[in-house]
């Protein structure tokens, strides 16, 4: 009996670090990829940007330049890209004037900055 309580609890400790993590983050992919609409700006599994134009069964046009249309396996899109929020300029009473040099010192005439490493 105690033979047998060895691997029956390697497999359940594989089941729940493993594979139901596994399972649960391929369900989500799944829903994400079925709850596409045209409109909704995706990216896909290589990084490309795009706007959802159209979708059939099993695939998706997608619109990656104005007026430049693909069609990509719905499996292709890997997230929905929320859309940004607007930059609000900054008004001249936010800049900060910074008196600090902004290049590097001069070296002085005579220093030897080297670590003496270098051959001459």
Excluded: C, W
């Amino acid at each position: 009996m105690e033979a047998l309580l060895l691997p029956v609890l390697l497999i359940a400790v594989f089941y729940f670090l493993l594979i139901r993590p596994q399972q649960k983050q391929r369900r989500q992919m799944a829903e994400l990829q079925q709850s596409v609409q045209p409109g909704t700006k995706v990216m896909t599994t290589a990084g490309l940007f795009a706007t959802v134009v159209e979708v059939n069964d099993d695939e998706v046009v997608l619109e990656v330049a104005p007026g430049v249309h693909s069609r990509y396996v719905r499996r292709a899109i890997a997230n929905v890209v929320q859309p940004e929020e607007p930059v609000v300029p900054a008004t001249p009473a936010d800049d900060v004037i910074d008196d600090a040099p902004t290049h590097e010192p001069v070296q002085a005439k005579g220093e030897d900055r080297t670590n003496g490493d270098d051959i001459r």
